[in-house]
């Protein structure tokens, strides 16, 4: 019988609601990471961009726990690669952009080069995110593949 008055108890403490913005920050515009506001500026990015320059499309909502701690990864990966271009894109600000590009799940990372798409992550694994980066720049690290 006592159980049952600890887990009655239990059932009546109200908790406090996670606030996931303490995890990690919320998507902000830094100087490595250009953030994008609006569809057209996106496209013109896409058709202008230098050739063989590799580019780095980081689909986001500023409610995803998931997508904040991309955000994190990809700023450290920005600075490990200088001469990878890393655009984020609110589809929530930018709601175009989740039917051209199929957006079904945040965050989504997509590569371009030569205005073609090369690749795509779903998830904000940094090791994958550095793993495709190095293999779409053919950098090979001694002792991996």
């Not at 013109?44 to 998931?66: A, G, M, R, T, Y």
């Not at 955000?71 to 894109?89: H, R």
Request: net charge positive; proline share 7%.
């Amino acid at each position: 019988m006592l159980g049952r008055a600890y887990v009655r108890a239990f059932l009546h403490l109200r908790l406090p609601q996670l606030n996931f913005s303490l995890i990690a920050p919320t998507h902000t515009n830094t100087t490595q990471i250009q953030s994008i506001n609006s569809f057209q500026a996106l496209s013109n990015i896409l058709q202008s961009q230098e050739p063989d320059k590799l580019v780095l499309i980081d689909f986001f909502s500023n409610w995803c726990p998931p997508c904040r701690l991309a955000l994190s990864a990809l700023e450290k990966l920005a600075t490990e690669f200088p001469d990878v271009d890393i655009i984020s894109v609110d589809i929530e600000e930018v709601p175009k952009v989740v039917q051209h590009f199929d957006i079904h799940a945040v965050p989504k990372t997509l590569f371009f080069r030569n205005k073609e798409r090369v690749g795509i992550i779903t998830g904000p694994n940094q090791n994958r995110l550095r793993r495709k980066i190095r293999e779409l720049l053919q950098i090979v690290v001694p002792g991996k593949k």
